[in-house]
């Protein structure tokens, strides 16, 4: 897998977790920290997340 792959599966987890977050009515801890792990997955590949919060 190249990295441009790379860089677009990340991203598409990143959107699919804050698409989970949007419709979540309580606390769950383990959505939260999967989007913490996927924000610094983004971070390390070096594409700015914060266009893509809901």
Known sequence: M???EQKEVA???YVDL???KAHE???NKELEYQIKVAK???ASFGIDYS????
């Open 18 to 20: 804050m698409r989970i």
């Open 51 to 54: 266009e893509l919060e809901f």
């Open 40 to 42: 610094v997955k983004l």
């Open 11 to 13: 991203i598409n987890r």
């Open 25 to 27: 009515t309580g606390e």
């Open 2 to 4: 190249s990295l441009e």
